[in-house]
């Protein structure tokens, strides 16, 4: 019996570790963009919701850029990260995928992705590295910001195109003929009225909070790429919680992103 009350003990401690610190969330992403209004829904929600899990949401660009946070993230700094998929990239080398241009006909095809089979070992590759996807949803297809017109193809070679920090974006704008140059997205409306860069491309309603239509006003519709949302949690903080939190994590995260 005393041996049973024991391990109830240990159990219990356990399942409770999490709600003994603050979580810490983060987004990387400038404060009013959807990916932070998504993370702050999800924060409240749980505040609701689970009470006894006390979340620290870091707004804006405070831990770094996404690829820093990210790094943060797998290796159980930052408990969970809202932002692209496409992050995972730099360490789920399938889920470069989401950073091919015109792989995708439209965003109910990424869904049935998601949904299928094939994303399987994906995430549970993603899981084997220290991260695991709570949710994830396509949001706004990305559209290209120049300082000239585009007509054609023709137009963008050899420019100097913006890109973020993967490996699949600079692949893609090289095979596009473009002269891509990696830069984070804090610093892309400085890089296109300092000249630095005289291109960039991003999903229209993040794209426009940065300003890029200001620096870069021709927009032209694309549609290479279509955006996400996902909200992901460290491997190891998730162990720690009970199956009841986990549960209601999921379906939390599952609200938020379809929002």
């Not at 159980?76 to 932002?83: A, E, L």
């Not at 995928?97 to 995708?104: A, D, K, V």
């Not at 995430?123 to 017109?149: C, D, H, N, V, Y």
Request: glycine share 6%.
């Amino acid at each position: 019996i005393f041996t049973s009350i024991a391990i109830a003990a240990i159990v219990s401690t356990a399942a409770t570790q999490a709600s003994a610190r603050d979580l810490v969330v983060a987004v990387a992403d400038p404060v009013g963009t959807l990916k932070d209004q998504m993370c702050q829904r999800f924060v409240d929600s749980v505040g609701e919701e689970l009470p006894d899990l006390a979340l620290n949401y870091v707004q804006g660009e405070a831990l770094g850029s996404a690829k820093s946070v990210m790094e943060q993230h797998v290796s159980g700094t930052v408990d969970i990260f809202c932002n692209e998929l496409v992050w995972f990239a730099n360490y789920v080398n399938d889920m470069q995928i989401l950073g091919w241009g015109f792989t995708f006909r439209d965003p109910e095809h990424m869904v049935a992705f998601f949904d299928s089979p094939i994303f399987d070992p994906i995430e549970e590759e993603a899981i084997s590295k220290g991260a695991r996807i709570l949710s994830a949803k396509p949001t706004q297809p990305r559209m290209l910001f120049t300082k000239e017109p585009i007509g054609s193809i023709d137009d963008i070679q050899n420019i100097k195109m913006r890109v973020p920090q993967l490996k699949s974006y600079l692949e893609l704008w090289t095979a596009l003929g473009t002269l891509p140059t990696q830069v984070s997205w804090s610093e892309v409306y400085l890089g296109l009225t300092a000249g630095g860069v005289v291109a960039a491309e991003g999903p229209p309603t993040d794209a426009g909070k940065q300003n890029f239509h200001q620096a870069a006003p021709y927009v032209t519709r694309t549609d290479h790429l279509f955006s996400t949302v996902h909200i992901s949690i460290n491997e190891g903080t998730w162990q720690e919680l009970s199956e009841t939190q986990q549960a209601t994590l999921r379906d939390l995260a599952d609200t938020a992103t379809a929002w």
